[in-house]
């Protein structure tokens, strides 16, 4: 066979793969939307689930899984980024160094429902926390620190050398240098990579079901010591859980869970390109 | 007045740093945390069942009187999706990361990254979803099944969710071989596709080993969509289109259920454990071919 030949099957199955990954993301969106749509109203995102939740909105789902996100990033966003300083400023590569990278690429692979797990150990039971926000908050704070902090890291990376230099000949002390030179230089990274967390959070159900999530609660939360509902657990809940939930409501759930994680991702996006196009080196 | 505030920064400044060295160990806090933890709730189980029986015990049964906490099954279970997600994923993932690393055009690969992006936004839940919806009734009239929640089914949403890593890591490596590789498989003639399979992807096999195990470490580890579409009978599987039960469907199906300090509770806890060491293991081999790879 001429090699051309078989170049050209080659690439063709090659393509082929691609469109096999490609299409079925694009098509999971196509039927929750097409599926969805039809259940978004008013009345849906802002009242209660009535009925066994086989009726009504799912307005505390949409507050819990706020709630959530917005704690986990509070209590995972500074640190993260705190923890990835010291990284890349402070350490040099020495064994100190490479443990705190292996932990981190450990606590980036530990599967979600051990986060679970341990949040219920730790957070609910051993600290008496109970099932409640601020358990659930810090399970996934917890959870979001590998990626905070590799993003942060390779933000910080991407200052150049020389910044620091001529600020730390300048005069300034070393924590100056690195708030008013190297964190203001890798903003967009952080913001982007924290954001992305936000996203992820928002979107996740194994590290909440026994640190906070509530199975029915048609009323919001107090404080943070209370139980909340969340989309992703909703979403489960009626899918799997609760029989002969109207498929507009199970979608229109998915819909609403799927816009708010996208939207999210999408703004990660639009601050990352806003950024490097303003980049002056 | 200037001498007070020069203190004041001083005292900031020292607190800061503080901090910031706090943080930075605190990754290493959270680790031994997870897992003294695990250990602490996992090993109870052993003061009335021994680590042999729980290990290859062949049966899950942990309400029935006595109870029996075989995790046998479930680790095949976890086992059996896992080869076949990655058996579907790792061609196609591989093909991909080809693809799009070295034949597609600037504007195609922009919109091919996207659409992997789009994938790994997803969350697990909404695919799990799809998979009940879509997926699970396909499954059972194309295989004329008794139910659609089979292993099977269960690999193919997982084969899905392992393919963003699979793709991005594996295009990663393939793009930072160096250009001069190619250009001389080029010079000396070989076509664009000969390059790529006799220089390009040999040279890039640390970090495409090391994509396939980051994927690997992702499947065992995912729990709401598995859960959600394998039926969950906890038995040794004999066939992949029979219901099985993995190590993350059972915890996250039963701790809800469970009773604080029982010995259900805390055999939750041990199958925890077995899922920690090997996903620590896994993860632990793709960063030695990550590594490799930099060299």
């Given at each position: 066979m001429n090699y051309r030949t078989t170049q050209r099957i080659a690439f063709s199955f090659l393509f082929l793969a691609n469109l096999l990954v490609i299409i079925p993301a694009v098509l999971i969106i196509v039927i929750i939307i097409k599926n969805g749509i039809g259940a978004i109203s008013w009345e849906f995102l802002t009242s209660a689930p009535r009925m066994g939740m086989r009726e009504g909105g799912i307005f505390p789902a949409i507050v819990g899984t706020l709630y959530l996100a917005v704690g986990s990033i509070v209590f995972a966003g500074p640190i993260g980024v705190l923890a990835a300083v010291y990284m890349n400023?402070?350490?040099?590569?020495n064994w100190l160094a490479r443990l705190i990278r292996l932990a981190i690429i450990n606590l980036a692979g530990v599967p979600s429902v051990i986060y679970g797990l341990f949040g219920l150990a730790l957070f609910v039971i051993f600290l008496r926390f109970g099932t409640s926000i601020l358990a659930g908050t810090l399970t996934l704070g917890i959870m979001s620190l590998p990626l905070i902090i590799t993003t942060t890291r390779e933000a910080l990376a991407t200052v150049p050398q020389s910044f620091r230099e001529v600020s730390l000949s300048l005069g300034a002390s070393k924590w100056q240098t690195i708030r008013y030179v190297v964190l203001p230089n890798a903003i967009p990274g952080i913001l982007t990579g924290n954001i992305l967390e936000f996203a992820r959070s928002a979107g996740e159900t194994a590290p909440i079901l026994f640190t906070v999530a509530a199975f029915y609660l048609p009323r919001l939360p107090k404080s943070v010591f209370d139980q909340a509902m969340a989309l992703p657990y909703h979403l489960y809940v009626i899918s799997t859980?609760?029989?002969?939930?109207k498929l507009e409501i199970r979608y229109g759930t998915a819909l609403v869970l799927v816009s708010l994680v996208l939207s999210l991702n999408l703004v990660a996006i639009i601050v990352r390109s806003h950024f490097r196009r303003k980049k002056k080196w | 007045m200037l001498k007070k505030k020069w203190t004041r920064n001083k005292i900031f400044e020292f607190l800061i740093e503080k901090a910031i060295i706090l943080s930075g160990l605190i990754s290493i806090v959270f680790v031994g945390l997870i897992f003294l933890f695990l250990v602490k709730e996992g090993f109870s189980v052993f003061k009335t069942t021994s680590l042999g029986s729980v290990l290859l015990?062949?049966?899950?049964?942990?309400?029935?009187?006595?109870?029996?906490?075989?995790?046998l099954p479930l680790i095949l279970g976890s086992l059996l999706v896992t080869l076949s997600a990655t058996v579907i994923s790792v061609p196609l993932g591989i093909a991909s990361a080809v693809y799009i690393s070295e034949v597609a055009s600037p504007k195609i690969k922009e919109f091919l990254k996207s659409g992997v992006e789009l994938l790994a936004a997803i969350p697990s839940v909404v695919i799990g979803f799809i998979g009940i919806m879509i997926l699970v009734p396909l499954v059972k009239k194309m295989f004329n099944?008794?139910?659609?929640?089979t292993a099977l089914t269960g690999s193919i949403i997982l084969a899905f969710m392992a393919m963003p890593t699979i793709v991005s890591i594996a295009e990663d490596a393939i793009t930072s071989v160096p250009k001069r590789y190619k250009e001389a498989a080029l010079a000396l003639g070989a076509t664009h596709w000969q390059a790529i399979y006799r220089v390009i992807v040999p040279a890039a096999s640390s970090g495409i080993v090391a994509s396939v195990m980051l994927g690997i470490g992702r499947v065992i580890g995912e729990t709401m969509a598995v859960m959600m579409v394998t039926?969950?009978?906890?038995r040794i599987p004999t066939s992949i289109v029979q219901p099985v039960r993995t190590l993350t469907a059972t915890i996250a199906a039963e701790m809800g259920e469970t009773v604080q300090g029982s010995d259900h509770y805390f055999a939750l806890f041990t199958i925890g454990i077995v899922l920690f060491i090997i996903t620590f293991i896994v993860n632990l081999v793709a960063d030695y071919f990550l590594h490799r790879e930099r060299r």
């Amino acid at each position: 066979m001429n090699y051309r030949t078989t170049q050209r099957i080659a690439f063709s199955f090659l393509f082929l793969a691609n469109l096999l990954v490609i299409i079925p993301a694009v098509l999971i969106i196509v039927i929750i939307i097409k599926n969805g749509i039809g259940a978004i109203s008013w009345e849906f995102l802002t009242s209660a689930p009535r009925m066994g939740m086989r009726e009504g909105g799912i307005f505390p789902a949409i507050v819990g899984t706020l709630y959530l996100a917005v704690g986990s990033i509070v209590f995972a966003g500074p640190i993260g980024v705190l923890a990835a300083v010291y990284m890349n400023e402070y350490t040099k590569e020495n064994w100190l160094a490479r443990l705190i990278r292996l932990a981190i690429i450990n606590l980036a692979g530990v599967p979600s429902v051990i986060y679970g797990l341990f949040g219920l150990a730790l957070f609910v039971i051993f600290l008496r926390f109970g099932t409640s926000i601020l358990a659930g908050t810090l399970t996934l704070g917890i959870m979001s620190l590998p990626l905070i902090i590799t993003t942060t890291r390779e933000a910080l990376a991407t200052v150049p050398q020389s910044f620091r230099e001529v600020s730390l000949s300048l005069g300034a002390s070393k924590w100056q240098t690195i708030r008013y030179v190297v964190l203001p230089n890798a903003i967009p990274g952080i913001l982007t990579g924290n954001i992305l967390e936000f996203a992820r959070s928002a979107g996740e159900t194994a590290p909440i079901l026994f640190t906070v999530a509530a199975f029915y609660l048609p009323r919001l939360p107090k404080s943070v010591f209370d139980q909340a509902m969340a989309l992703p657990y909703h979403l489960y809940v009626i899918s799997t859980q609760v029989p002969n939930v109207k498929l507009e409501i199970r979608y229109g759930t998915a819909l609403v869970l799927v816009s708010l994680v996208l939207s999210l991702n999408l703004v990660a996006i639009i601050v990352r390109s806003h950024f490097r196009r303003k980049k002056k080196w | 007045m200037l001498k007070k505030k020069w203190t004041r920064n001083k005292i900031f400044e020292f607190l800061i740093e503080k901090a910031i060295i706090l943080s930075g160990l605190i990754s290493i806090v959270f680790v031994g945390l997870i897992f003294l933890f695990l250990v602490k709730e996992g090993f109870s189980v052993f003061k009335t069942t021994s680590l042999g029986s729980v290990l290859l015990g062949k049966e899950w049964y942990p309400i029935s009187e006595p109870p029996k906490f075989g995790i046998l099954p479930l680790i095949l279970g976890s086992l059996l999706v896992t080869l076949s997600a990655t058996v579907i994923s790792v061609p196609l993932g591989i093909a991909s990361a080809v693809y799009i690393s070295e034949v597609a055009s600037p504007k195609i690969k922009e919109f091919l990254k996207s659409g992997v992006e789009l994938l790994a936004a997803i969350p697990s839940v909404v695919i799990g979803f799809i998979g009940i919806m879509i997926l699970v009734p396909l499954v059972k009239k194309m295989f004329n099944l008794p139910t659609g929640l089979t292993a099977l089914t269960g690999s193919i949403i997982l084969a899905f969710m392992a393919m963003p890593t699979i793709v991005s890591i594996a295009e990663d490596a393939i793009t930072s071989v160096p250009k001069r590789y190619k250009e001389a498989a080029l010079a000396l003639g070989a076509t664009h596709w000969q390059a790529i399979y006799r220089v390009i992807v040999p040279a890039a096999s640390s970090g495409i080993v090391a994509s396939v195990m980051l994927g690997i470490g992702r499947v065992i580890g995912e729990t709401m969509a598995v859960m959600m579409v394998t039926g969950n009978a906890a038995r040794i599987p004999t066939s992949i289109v029979q219901p099985v039960r993995t190590l993350t469907a059972t915890i996250a199906a039963e701790m809800g259920e469970t009773v604080q300090g029982s010995d259900h509770y805390f055999a939750l806890f041990t199958i925890g454990i077995v899922l920690f060491i090997i996903t620590f293991i896994v993860n632990l081999v793709a960063d030695y071919f990550l590594h490799r790879e930099r060299r």
